[in-house]
C-alpha cells in the first residue's frame, strides 16, 4: 500500500462522514427490505429479546426507569432477568417504540445498530487507510456474513449491537498500545477511550464481552513481547480495569447473584461448547442443520479473511514493517487465527480451563471477532492490488449470496410481535429463561394458563380447609411492589402470584416477615395471622448492587479526572 495514499482521506469537517453513513444505512435498509414483504426473521432469539423490550416498556409506564425484575416472565410469576442480561439493547428498542409502531421496532433496531457499525468502521479504516477503501470497509462491516447471520437466523439483537462497537474497541486498543502513533499527552485520554468502549460491550452482551476481553488481553500481551515494553500492557490493563469498573452497576450484581439462580441451565443439552465447534453433530437435526449454517459461513469468512491477508502481506513486504499498516496486519492476522482456533475442536482445552469462556456457549460466536480482521484486510488489500474491482466484486457476491441463502433459510413470521403484545396486555405473559430460574424452582411446573389470580388464601399448614371468611384486595400490584389486603377468620397463607427470590423484602402490617420455605415451584406463600393483614412485597436494592453502582460512579470520576489531565497535558504540549 502506498503510505502517501492515508492521507488523502484526511478532509475537515463533517462532508467526510456523508459517505460511509449514507453507504451503511443503504446497505442497512436493503438487508431489512425482506422485512416489509414476510414480517420479521424470526431466530432462535427473537421472542425473549421482543417480550423483554414490552416487558421494560411496560415497566416505565408504571414509573421504574431503570428495571431489574421481569415482571411477565413465566407467565406473570416473573424472573430476575434483567439483574443478568446487559442493559443497552433492553434499554433502547423500548425507547424506539415511542417513535414507530411495536412491529417495526426490530426492523429500526437492526437499521440503527448497523447503519452505526457501518460508522464504527470507516472510523477505525480511516486511520490507516485511504478513504475510498475506510467507506469500503464500512460498506462490508454493515452487511458483513456474522451480521446477516445473527441478524436472519439467530435474532440476536444485544449481540449485533454489541458488535457494533468492536472496530471502536480495536482503534482505541491500537491506540492504548501505541502501535497507532498519538502523542504522549493523549494517551490518558486514550485509557479513557478503550475503557468506555470496552465497557459498552459488556452493557451490551455477556458473551461479545468475554470474547472481547480475551481478544485484547491477548492483543496487549502479543504487544508487550512484540514490543518489548510491558508499559504498554500496563496501559492496556488499567484500560480494562477502568472498563469493568464502568460496567460494575451491572457486572457486580450479575456476578454475585449467579448463586440465586439457576445460571448452569446456560449449559445444558445443546448449548455445551463441545457440541457446537464448526460442524459438530449431535442426536438433534434442527441442531445439526443450524450449526452446519453457521460452520459454513464462518469457513467462508475464514478463507476470505486468509487470501486478502496473503494478498495484503505481499505489498507490504516492500515496505517498512515498523510501519503502523504493517502492525495492524499482525495484529489483525494474530486475532483472526485465534478467532479461528477457537472455533475448532482442538481449541476444546481452552474451553474448559479459561475462566468464563464456557459461557459463551457457542464456539461459532467468534465469528464476531474474526469480522473485524475479515473486514480490515478486505479493505486493506484494494488499495494497491491491480484486481482491485475482482476483490469488490467476489465480497460483494459472498455477502448478497449469504445474504439471500439466509432470507430463504430463515423462518419468517408477521404475527411474533403482535402475539408477545397480546400475551403481555391480557396478563398471560410469556415464558421464562432456565439459567434465570430462581434457586429452588422449576418454572416448567408453574402453570402457564393464565391470567391468573394474583394473590389467592390457602389454609394453613397444620388445617385442611381454607378458613371459611377470607377477603382479598389488590391494593397496588407493579414490577417491584405489591401491597395486598388479606382477610382471614383464622390463620392461613396467602400465596401471590410471584417467585420468592432473595432480594424480595416481606412487610406484614409493618413488619418484616419472610416467605415459607420453596416447594418446586418456588412460589412466594407468606403465611398471614386471623384477622386483616396489609402485606407489602417489595424489590429492594441489595448490597451488590450498591457497591456495583459505587463502582461505576467512582470510575466514571476517575475517567472524567483523566480526561481533564488529558486536555491540560495536551493544551501544554500544543502551546511549547
Not at 474474526?370 to 467476489?394: C, D, G, K, M, N
Request: hydrophobic content about 50%; overall charge neutral.
Amino acid at each position: 500500500m502506498n503510505p502517501t495514499a492515508t492521507s488523502n482521506h484526511k478532509q475537515s469537517g463533517w462532508r467526510e462522514w456523508l459517505p460511509p453513513t449514507a453507504l451503511s444505512l443503504t446497505a442497512s435498509l436493503i438487508i431489512v427490505a425482506p422485512f416489509f414483504y414476510w414480517g420479521s426473521a424470526s431466530g432462535h432469539d427473537f421472542e425473549f429479546h421482543v417480550s423483554s423490550w414490552l416487558d421494560v416498556a411496560g415497566q416505565w409506564r408504571e414509573g421504574i426507569l431503570f428495571p431489574r425484575w421481569t415482571e411477565w416472565a413465566n407467565h406473570g410469576f416473573g424472573e430476575p432477568r434483567f439483574l443478568f442480561y446487559p442493559p443497552l439493547s433492553w434499554l433502547l428498542a423500548p425507547a424506539l417504540s415511542f417513535f414507530v409502531p411495536w412491529t417495526y421496532v426490530p426492523v429500526v433496531f437492526i437499521v440503527l445498530v448497523q447503519t452505526s457499525a457501518g460508522i464504527s468502521a470507516f472510523a477505525f479504516a480511516r486511520r490507516l487507510l485511504p478513504n475510498y477503501a475506510a467507506v469500503f470497509a464500512a460498506v462490508v462491516y454493515a452487511a458483513n456474513p456474522n451480521a446477516l447471520l445473527i441478524i436472519y437466523m439467530r435474532s440476536d439483537f444485544a449481540e449485533l449491537l454489541a458488535s457494533a462497537f468492536f472496530p471502536l474497541l480495536f482503534l482505541a486498543a491500537l491506540r492504548l498500545t501505541g502501535l497507532l502513533k498519538i502523542s504522549e499527552s493523549l494517551q490518558t485520554r486514550a485509557i479513557v477511550a478503550f475503557a468506555v468502549t470496552f465497557a459498552a460491550v459488556w452493557l451490551s452482551n455477556a458473551p461479545a464481552g468475554v470474547m472481547v476481553t480475551y481478544s485484547v488481553a491477548l492483543l496487549f500481551l502479543w504487544v508487550a513481547l512484540a514490543e518489548r515494553s510491558w508499559t504498554r500492557f500496563a496501559y492496556g490493563a488499567a484500560g480494562m480495569a477502568l472498563g469493568f469498573g464502568l460496567a460494575g452497576f451491572y457486572l457486580a450484581p450479575a456476578a454475585y447473584e449467579q448463586r440465586w439462580v439457576n445460571i448452569g441451565q446456560v449449559l445444558s443439552a445443546g448449548l455445551l461448547p463441545s457440541q457446537n465447534f464448526l460442524y459438530t453433530t449431535i442426536d438433534d437435526p434442527e441442531h445439526n442443520l443450524f450449526n452446519w449454517i453457521a460452520s459454513s459461513t464462518a469457513i467462508a469468512m475464514i478463507v476470505l479473511t486468509g487470501i486478502a491477508a496473503l494478498a495484503v502481506h505481499r505489498h507490504l513486504r516492500q515496505q517498512d514493517q515498523s510501519g503502523e499498516q504493517a502492525k495492524a496486519w499482525r495484529v489483525f492476522l494474530l486475532l483472526a487465527a485465534a478467532a479461528t482456533l477457537m472455533m475448532m475442536k482442538p481449541a476444546t482445552f481452552l474451553w474448559k480451563v479459561l475462566p468464563k469462556l464456557r459461557f459463551v456457549q457457542f464456539p461459532w460466536r467468534w465469528m464476531s471477532i474474526l469480522a473485524a480482521a475479515f473486514v480490515w484486510f478486505l479493505a486493506a488489500v484494494i488499495v494497491r492490488s491491480r484486481l482491485r474491482w475482482i476483490w469488490i466484486a467476489t465480497t460483494t457476491v459472498v455477502l448478497v449470496t449469504t445474504g439471500v441463502f439466509f432470507v430463504r433459510h430463515t423462518w419468517w413470521d408477521a404475527d411474533d410481535v403482535p402475539a408477545l403484545q397480546f400475551v403481555v396486555a391480557n396478563g398471560q405473559g410469556f415464558e421464562g429463561t432456565d439459567e434465570y430460574d430462581p434457586v429452588g424452582d422449576d418454572h416448567y411446573n408453574l402453570p402457564t394458563k393464565g391470567p391468573q389470580p394474583l394473590a389467592v388464601i390457602l389454609a394453613n399448614a397444620s388445617a385442611s380447609l381454607v378458613p371459611r371468611v377470607t377477603k382479598v384486595t389488590i391494593d397496588r400490584w407493579t414490577a417491584e411492589e405489591k401491597i395486598i389486603r388479606a382477610e382471614s377468620s383464622e390463620p392461613a397463607r396467602l400465596a401471590l402470584h410471584l417467585l420468592n427470590y432473595p432480594a424480595w423484602r416481606i412487610e406484614i402490617n409493618n413488619s418484616a416477615s419472610s416467605a415459607e420455605p420453596p416447594t418446586d415451584t418456588n412460589q412466594m406463600i407468606v403465611p398471614i395471622p386471623a384477622g386483616q393483614s396489609t402485606i407489602r412485597v417489595h424489590f429492594t436494592r441489595t448490597l451488590d448492587r450498591t457497591l456495583g453502582l459505587f463502582l461505576s460512579l467512582l470510575s466514571a470520576l476517575i475517567s472524567g479526572i483523566l480526561l481533564v489531565v488529558s486536555r491540560s497535558q495536551h493544551a501544554a504540549s500544543s502551546s511549547c
